[in-house]
């Protein structure tokens, strides 16, 4: 059994209704990615693509889930693991509204922000883990487009806090070794 697969029980253990549906077969998620296309005039076109979506106890993924490595659907389910956690934690109603009201649902999305940042703490450990700690540092730039970009709306326009939150994770990791 695969890496993946292995973690994949324990979410199924955690998370007993838990499943990996594809972005194609949903028109809700559809919908979603014209959405998101036409609000940030563009800038987020890849939803159905590139990006995978935890919503109601479900992963949805693009296409591309096929030709993930084992090690890299490993990492990205850690982070999935978290938006679970979360939505456990919150609930449906309060982790949409933590998602996409405070403090403004573009350019300025605190909740979001922190909510996703929770979720890439978790990318990074993991890619740490998989990959050794240069390739978990290799990931700042990429979160912080992500963070300052339209990719989520541009949930939060400030680099350096975006940096510095990079580098406390990244200081944790190395000084915890790690675990």
């Keep these: 059994m695969s890496r993946h697969e292995r973690f994949l029980e324990e979410i199924r253990a955690e998370f007993p209704r838990f499943e990996i549906r594809y972005k194609r077969d949903s028109g809700l ?65 309060a982790m949409a509204f933590v998602y996409l009201i405070p403090i403004l649902p573009l ?39 992500r963070y300052v970009g339209g990719d989520y709306g541009w949930m939060w326009p400030f680099p350096k806090t975006v940096g510095r939150w990079f580098d406390e994770a990244i200081a944790e990791i190395t000084s915890s070794g790690g675990s």
């Design 29 to 93: 998620q559809r919908a979603i990615h014209v959405a998101l296309a036409v609000i940030t005039l563009g800038a987020q076109r890849h939803y159905s693509t590139r990006y995978h979506t935890a919503m109601f106890g479900r992963l949805y993924v693009p296409d591309s889930w096929d030709a993930m490595s084992d090690d890299d659907r490993y990492i990205l389910l850690r982070h999935e693991r978290v938006h679970l956690q979360q939505r456990k934690r919150m609930g449906d109603v």
């Design 107 to 145: 350019g300025l999305a605190w909740g979001r922000a922190r909510i996703e940042w929770e979720a890439y703490v978790e990318t990074i450990r993991a890619t740490h883990e998989v990959y050794g700690i240069d390739a978990a540092k290799r990931l700042r730039g990429e979160i912080l487009r």
